[in-house]
């Protein structure tokens, strides 16, 4: 009989297992900052060439800080992204 190893188990648990649990999140995270964005810029009648401009940067650069793909960026430029919509940057540990 042929029985799930991942039965009972989390889907966390099954990306740890992958080794792809770290990537998953980030790229989720990464996302969320993206749609949170998204909606501020649509609040604030904001276009992602005017935000760029705020940030001293090219609309192409902006798109790469977004792109949920790439994980790899800085808190400084976070920071920079959330000052230049009138936001403020909340980075928190959860459980």
């Not at 960026?73 to 980075?91: D, I």
């Amino acid at each position: 009989m042929d029985t799930n190893k991942h039965a009972g188990s989390s889907f966390d648990d099954f990306l740890e297992e992958d080794c792809v649990l770290e990537e998953v999140s980030a790229r989720a995270h990464k996302r969320l900052l993206a749609l949170q964005f998204q909606d501020i810029m649509a609040v604030e009648r904001l276009s992602k060439t005017a935000v760029a401009a705020k940030m001293h940067t090219s609309r192409s650069q902006l798109n790469r800080l977004l792109d949920p793909n790439n994980t790899s960026v800085t808190l400084e430029s976070l920071e920079q992204l959330a000052h230049a919509v009138g936001r403020k940057l909340k980075v928190e540990f959860s459980a």
